[in-house]
Structures are given as structure tokens and as C-alpha cells.
């Protein structure tokens, strides 16, 4: 059987556990012919605990049997799938492939963003990940001259459509955009990662990309009309909290350091998003827009 279709059903699997959260083999069963997975064939149980064990291996995603209840299955650790992790991400990523794979007569009709240049790197990189091999990269910054750098590579990491490697360069960590890299070579020389570096650390105080040496910072933000939906839905950062919520608006904070990714997240939802503290990023965002303001005069 075709690679394409073996993912089409572990990932229809993972869907239907995730949407009915527990299901008998017979309730999975019925579901599984009535979209006809597989031309309206019946998914036995050999296959589906030959899935079962792939779908652990590939996305680490546990599907358990409740013995007591039914003997209804369901996935054990949620968390992997919702939280940024590669496994959500391939999930995620080949759910949309396999959708949109079967809809090529609705190209007209499906509307995708731009993904910039640079991801011809990816393969290279990620193999240097996997061998911990250092990289030699040709890289211009926005209005500057290109050089040379030799890396070593910790982490990749996709923000706004845009693919950024975290590098040890022998004195600092930095952060390079692919869309920037004129070129990518791996080296045989190779580097030891450090066994006290997290890559998912190092950017859990951040929002975005950026990662300076803003200090931390108690933000609270009042939100209006739709925006806290949307905050709900998608909260900015792991440390989001809504503390308060009325007819009109809802108060929601952040313990983050408010770089500037951060405060342009902010400042895009406009006339819906306050922020109340602290009052220096209060008065930075003021400053800003009235900045923004006087070139409107």
C-alpha cells in the first residue's frame, strides 16, 4: 500500500479519537466505513492495532483500551498533540496534505499564504541536527553585507511563516532566518549539544522569535468586542491567564518579557486590546502609535 494512504489512515484515526474522545472498535469501525477510508472496507482489528502501534512511533501519540467502560479506546496524552511539537505539527501538517490532496478540483477555490525562500536549507539542516554536525552559512541581514558564520545548529523553529535556526556560533546563541541564507554547507566536524540546553526553555519567556535581554514583565491587557474569542482561542503565550471578563471586555496577563514581536502582536488588534501594565510598555505602545499617527497628518 502507498506510503500517501497508510498516513491517511493513522491520521483519520487520531481525528475521529480526538472529535468523539472514546470509541468502542465496532463505533470506530462503523465510522471508518461510512467515510470510506479505504473504498468502504472494514477496518479489522489486526490492522487496527498494527495502526495503533504506528501512529505511537510516528507521532508518540498513545491510544489506551478502557476495559472498564465498554473497552472503548482513546488517546491517553492529548497534551502531545495540542502542545508545539514536531509530532502536533506532522500531525497537523499531513492532516492538511491528505485534505487537500483530495480536493485538487477546488484549487481555485482553496487559498494559501506565501511561505518565503529558504526552505531548500531544511533538509541540510535538520540532517546536522540529527548528527550534531556544525554549519558554514552565507547569510545577509536586511540592508547589510553578507558573511560567513560556522555554527552549531541546537534548533529550528517556524514563526509567521518563516523558518529561524538557533545557533551556538563558539561565544552566543543567535537566531538566523533561513529566508536569509544565501547558502548551506554541513561540515564534518562536529559539536556536543548540551545536555543543560532546551531549546523549548530558551524561548518559553519569549512570544515570537526574538530572544534579547528584555527584562520580564507582568502584562495585563483589557480586550474588547471579539478579541478575547480570539485570545481564548488562541492564547498569545503559555502563561496567558483571563482574570476577569464582563459584558464588555475581559482582562487577561501575561508573565513574558514584551519584546518587540510581543508588542507588535499587541498593537495589531488595535482599537480591541488595552494594555493596562506595566505602565512603561503601556506608555512605549502610547508613544508608538502617536508616532504612527503624526505621519497621517
Given at each position: ?6 498516513f491517511?489512515q493513522?491520521?483519520?484515526?487520531v ?5 468523539y474522545?472514546?470509541?468502542s472498535?465496532e ?10 477510508v479505504i473504498?468502504g472496507?472494514?477496518l479489522n482489528r489486526?490492522?487496527f ?17 478502557d476495559?472498564?467502560?465498554g473497552?472503548?479506546?482513546y488517546?491517553?496524552n492529548p ?8 509530532e ?8 492538511v496534505?491528505?485534505?487537500l490532496s483530495?480536493?485538487?478540483s477546488?484549487?481555485?477555490?482553496i ?7 529558504g526552505?531548500e536549507y531544511?533538509?541540510t ?5 540529527k548528527?550534531n554536525?556544525r554549519?558554514t552559512?552565507?547569510?545577509?541581514r536586511?540592508?547589510?553585507?553578507s558573511y560567513?558564520?560556522t555554527l552549531?545548529?541546537y ?19 543567535a537566531i538566523?532566518?533561513l529566508?536569509r541564507?544565501?547558502?548551506v ?5 562536529t559539536?556536543v ?10 524561548f518559553?519567556?519569549y512570544?515570537?522569535i ?17 478579541v ?8 498569545l503565550?503559555?502563561s496567558?491567564?483571563e482574570?476577569?471578563?464582563?459584558e464588555?471586555?475581559a482582562v ?12 507588535l502582536e499587541?498593537?495589531s ?5 488595552e ?6 510598555l503601556?506608555n512605549?505602545?502610547?508613544e508608538?502609535l502617536q508616532a ?6
Amino acid at each position: 500500500m502507498k506510503p500517501a494512504r497508510i498516513f491517511q489512515q493513522y491520521i483519520w484515526i487520531v481525528n475521529a479519537l480526538r472529535q468523539y474522545k472514546r470509541l468502542s472498535l465496532e463505533q470506530l469501525n462503523e465510522l471508518w466505513v461510512k467515510d470510506q477510508v479505504i473504498g468502504g472496507e472494514p477496518l479489522n482489528r489486526k490492522s487496527f492495532l498494527r495502526h495503533k502501534d504506528a501512529i505511537l512511533n510516528m507521532f508518540g501519540i498513545v491510544i489506551e483500551c478502557d476495559l472498564e467502560h465498554g473497552y472503548k479506546y482513546y488517546i491517553s496524552n492529548p497534551e502531545v498533540i495540542n502542545d508545539d511539537t514536531i509530532e502536533g505539527w506532522m500531525l497537523s501538517t499531513l492532516t492538511v496534505n491528505t485534505v487537500l490532496s483530495d480536493s485538487i478540483s477546488l484549487r481555485n477555490r482553496i487559498l494559501l499564504e506565501n511561505v518565503p525562500a529558504g526552505e531548500e536549507y531544511l533538509q541540510t539542516i535538520i540532517l546536522a541536527l540529527k548528527t550534531n554536525r556544525r554549519l558554514t552559512i552565507t547569510y545577509q541581514r536586511f540592508g547589510c553585507e553578507s558573511y560567513e558564520a560556522t555554527l552549531s545548529p541546537y534548533a529550528l523553529k517556524l514563526f509567521r511563516q518563516r523558518w529561524y535556526l538557533l545557533a551556538y556560533t563558539g561565544r552566543y546563541i543567535a537566531i538566523y532566518s533561513l529566508d536569509r541564507m544565501l547558502s548551506v554547507e554541513i561540515s564534518d566536524k562536529t559539536f556536543v549539544m548540551p545536555e543543560d540546553f532546551s531549546p523549548a526553555d530558551f524561548f518559553a519567556e519569549y512570544y515570537g522569535i526574538t530572544a534579547d535581554n528584555t527584562p520580564m514583565a507582568h502584562v495585563v491587557v483589557r480586550a474588547y468586542g471579539n478579541v478575547p474569542n480570539y485570545l481564548r482561542t488562541l492564547p498569545l503565550h503559555a502563561s496567558q491567564k483571563e482574570i476577569e471578563h464582563t459584558e464588555e471586555y475581559a482582562v487577561f496577563t501575561y508573565d513574558i518579557r514584551p519584546t518587540v514581536d510581543f508588542i507588535l502582536e499587541l498593537m495589531s488588534y488595535t482599537e480591541g486590546l488595552e494594555v493596562l501594565e506595566p505602565i512603561e510598555l503601556r506608555n512605549k505602545i502610547r508613544e508608538t502609535l502617536q508616532a504612527s499617527l503624526e505621519r497621517y497628518k
